[in-house]
């Protein structure tokens, strides 16, 4: 299994400008998460989804949007690229079983700069 | 007042010295907590976790709650080199779509 993976590594964007974070999961996963981490702060919680085509939004989720249509993938779509969107991306996911240690398994991150 | 409080350091310790991180929280609600280690430009994996209050120890790893105190802990033993990470504390309720409310991360330096 490849478990979390997540594409792009890097990115730098010019303001205004949109893309889309890819991240997937071959372990068949229910439940998947986007977090955004920046210095000092913690890991921040975006945007979730409990299944294929049902998401919700997080902490922070202004100025991005996602999309669930298969177990496997959840794209995070930024529209207008803005400074204060210059951080680390991170997914995850977990089982949709109730478990012990309620872990979440981390994709490797997408570092993003927004000039 | 944020949810999940973490000092985020930088700590700084000799090789074999005892590593103790902390976090306190003001939602009494929570029942998971866990401690997941990063290292450098890495995603966050789960070292350990304790469910409701108690010890827990793994190797050289011993996780604390104390929930009338809303406090927890990690403490390191005989600390290596390789213990070297950024460790955030996380939390979450017994439902509610199982997310974590983190903490800011306590970036820990072991020297050799």
């Known amino acids: ?115 | 007042q944020k949810e999940v409080e973490q000092d985020p350091g930088p700590l700084s310790v000799p090789e074999g010295a005892i590593v103790s991180l902390n976090c306190t929280y003001s939602n009494s609600a929570f029942q998971y907590f866990m401690w997941y280690r990063q290292y450098s430009r890495k995603g966050p994996e789960l070292l350990m976790y304790t469910y409701s209050s108690g010890n827990k120890e793994d190797g050289r790893f011993t996780a604390q709650v104390d929930k009338s105190s809303k406090y927890i802990s990690l403490f390191i033993r005989d600390s290596q080199p390789s213990d070297s990470a950024t460790y955030l504390c996380a939390m979450s309720l017994l439902s509610n779509d199982y997310k974590l409310s983190f903490g800011a991360g306590t970036t820990v330096t072991v020297r050799a």
């Open chain 1, 1 to 115: 299994n490849a478990g979390v993976t997540q594409t792009p590594k890097f990115r730098i964007l010019k303001i205004g400008q949109s893309m889309t974070l890819q991240c997937a999961q071959d372990m068949n996963h229910n439940y998947m998460y986007w977090y955004r981490q920046d210095p000092g702060m913690g890991l921040k919680l975006i945007y979730y989804s409990v299944g294929a085509g049902i998401t919700d939004k997080g902490e922070v989720p202004n100025g991005y949007n996602v999309s669930r249509s298969t177990t496997e993938d959840f794209p995070l779509r930024l529209e207008l690229a803005a400074p204060s969107q210059t951080s680390v991306y991170f997914c995850a996911s977990r089982p949709g079983l109730q478990r012990e240690n309620n872990e979440q398994f981390f994709g490797p991150g997408t570092r993003l700069t927004v000039l």
